[in-house]
């Protein structure tokens, strides 16, 4: 059974910094996209990074620009997210999500596989 499992939210401070992990099991996703989406109370889930396959590729959303950073280690199975200067409105559930095809442009990502999600709050 495939499991994605985040950790690492909490309760923050204006300005604060976190650092999301998403262990991945049972199977492995070296060859595949992850991505973390992000769903605040009473507004949609939206994307917030991908990384690809290797790591070459990372699209992220306008927000996320020069202050969240997507890695991954395939090693552990695991992907990340590096949050900072985090505002009060990005409060929200974060979930990491994996491609399931192998290979697949990252630009056209599709969520087979997503985690229960980690809370993040931000507090003014």
């Known amino acids: 059974q495939v499991q994605l499992v985040e950790s690492g939210g909490g309760l923050v401070q204006t300005g604060d910094s976190l650092t999301l992990s998403c262990a991945a099991s049972?199977?492995?996703?070296?060859?595949?996209?992850l991505a973390w989406f992000r769903q605040a109370p009473g507004k949609e889930r939206e994307f917030v990074a991908a990384i690809s396959w290797g790591g070459k590729f990372r699209p992220d959303a306008d927000f996320a620009k020069g202050r969240f950073a997507i890695s991954r280690d395939d090693a552990k199975n695991t992907v990340y997210l590096q949050l900072n200067s985090l505002q009060p409105e990005e409060t929200a559930v974060y979930y990491c999500a994996a491609d399931g095809r192998p290979f697949a442009d990252v630009y056209s990502f599709r969520g087979d596989y997503w985690g229960r999600g980690t809370q993040v709050t931000v507090s003014s």
């Open positions: 049972g199977r492995t996703f070296n060859q595949n996209t």
